[in-house]
């Protein structure tokens, strides 16, 4: 809990807010100087604050992850690797698919891309978007260029050139809903200016923000925009682990098991018009993902 620390020196009134977190067993306290006078926006003031001491504790245990899994990577033979990506990209594939209707499970998912096996009785464009998606994310973790829109136009018609080529790579002209969301995707007509801003904004912030808040802050303002027919989410996902593989971070499988608590994070953050939801959300996943890599 945040509290107004008041101190009084020769007469004069000083203000500071004081916040208590618990770090090796023991309780820190923490203290930013608010000046003569409270300020007006004391709340938002409040929020920055927290925000700051969250983002040094987080910022320290993803750094911890970081080295300890370019370790491993550094020991393990390259087949063992090989198969680790294999294995991620499976159930990558299986997950963003499913959150997004296919009818495939995990098991059907992995004998189409590890074997070839086709699923029996299931549509064929849910296996068609399973290799669609295999393919794609392999050829996006080799890739030398970086983001832009025709790279996300690219990605997107070679997701869907086999089962929905008549939105394959094409923003869209037309109003979209989100079903069971209180979120309303922007209008056609701004979808154009939005990416615009969108790819401005990474171009400034891909090298100043840390790799994982660059991920998720991506993730959100892309599906945000919402600028395809359908696939936004898939293309959304695939922007996180772009730039978590770029910036040689472990990548982040989002489980449809959690999908729910997903689906919040981001409707809170598009309703209410700010990150910080999303954020938080998308942080405690990863370091919670990860957390054999900080013992």
């Known amino acids: 809990m945040v509290t107004i620390k008041k101190k009084v020196l020769k007469g004069q009134t000083y203000y500071y807010l004081e916040h208590s977190i618990r ?32 983002r040094k504790t987080w910022q320290a245990d993803i750094e911890k992850i970081r080295k300890s899994y370019s370790k491993d990577q550094r020991l393990m033979p390259k087949s063992v690797k090989e198969k680790e990506l294999e294995n991620f990209t499976i159930n990558f594939t299986y997950d963003t698919q499913r959150i997004e209707g296919s009818t495939l499970t995990r098991k059907e ?7 070839g096996i086709a699923p029996k009785n299931k549509p064929m464009k849910d ?6 998606h295999r393919d794609l994310f392999y050829e996006i973790l080799k890739s030398k260029k970086d983001l832009s829109l025709q790279e996300i136009l690219d990605w997107h018609w070679k997701l869907f050139n086999k089962t929905k080529k008549d939105i394959a790579g094409k923003l869209r002209k037309y109003p979209v809903g989100i079903r069971g969301s209180k979120f309303m995707p922007p209008m056609a007509v701004e979808v154009y200016p939005m990416l615009t801003e969108f ?3 990474y171009n400034k912030n891909k090298n100043k923000l840390h790799p994982v808040e660059l991920a998720a802050l991506a993730h959100l303002k892309f599906v945000t925009i919402h600028p395809f027919g359908d696939g936004n989410g898939r293309i959304s996902r695939l922007i996180t682990n772009f730039i978590l593989n770029k910036k040689k971070h472990t990548m982040l499988n989002i489980p449809y098991v959690r999908r729910n608590s997903y ?3 981001l409707e809170k953050s598009q ?5 910080r939801t999303f954020l938080q959300w998308f942080i405690k996943r990863y ?3 990860y957390r054999r890599y900080l013992k």
């Not at 309703?271 to 990150?275: F, G, L, P, T």
């Open 271 to 275: 309703v209410n018009k700010e990150d």
């Open 127 to 132: 296996a068609q978007e399973a290799e669609a």
């Open 199 to 201: 790819f401005q904004w």
């Open 263 to 265: 689906y919040n994070a």
């Open 109 to 115: 998912t992995a004998d189409l891309l590890e074997r």
């Open 287 to 289: 370091i919670k993902e």
């Open 23 to 54: 770090e090796n067993g023991r309780v820190h306290p923490k203290i930013t100087y608010l000046g003569r006078k409270i300020p007006k926006n004391i709340e938002e003031v409040k929020k920055n604050f927290l925000d700051d001491i969250s």
